[in-house]
Nanobody, 127 residues
């Protein structure tokens, strides 16, 4: 059964850094695109960083630009999310999700496009 699993969350002080990992099983980069989402307490899930099929670029949520960076290791079938200069408002559950790259997406960071979701990893930033 294909799956993706996140790890690397934790408690960190504001200004600190974390690196999240998303390990893919039964799925291979680049045939599958893995993006990152998060859900803050009391809020809807939102896209944090997503790959755009239309132009091959990566789009970041406005409030994480310049602080978060995605990277991929095809040999390890793992996607990372480096998070720097963390703020209290970054607190939430972070999810990675996989979609079939060749399938035309409904949109950017549209969660209906994703076939596999991880269970999530909690990130708590103390101020």
């Amino acid at each position: 059964q294909p799956r993706v699993v996140e790890s690397g969350g934790g408690l960190v002080q504001a200004g600190g850094s974390l690196r999240l990992s998303c390990v893919m099983s039964g799925l291979n980069l680049p045939y599958w695109t893995v993006d990152w989402f998060r859900q803050a307490p009391g809020k809807e899930r939102e896209g944090v960083v997503c790959f755009r099929n239309s132009d091959g670029t990566t789009t970041y949520a406005d409030d994480v630009k310049g602080r978060f960076a995605i990277s991929r290791d095809s040999a390890k079938n793992t996607v990372y999310l480096q998070m720097n200069s963390l703020k209290a408002e970054d607190t939430g559950t972070y999810y990675c999700a996989a979609r079939f790259t060749s399938r035309t997406p409904l949109g950017v960071c549209n969660d209906r496009d994703y076939d596999y979701w991880g269970p999530g990893t909690q990130v708590t930033v103390s101020s």
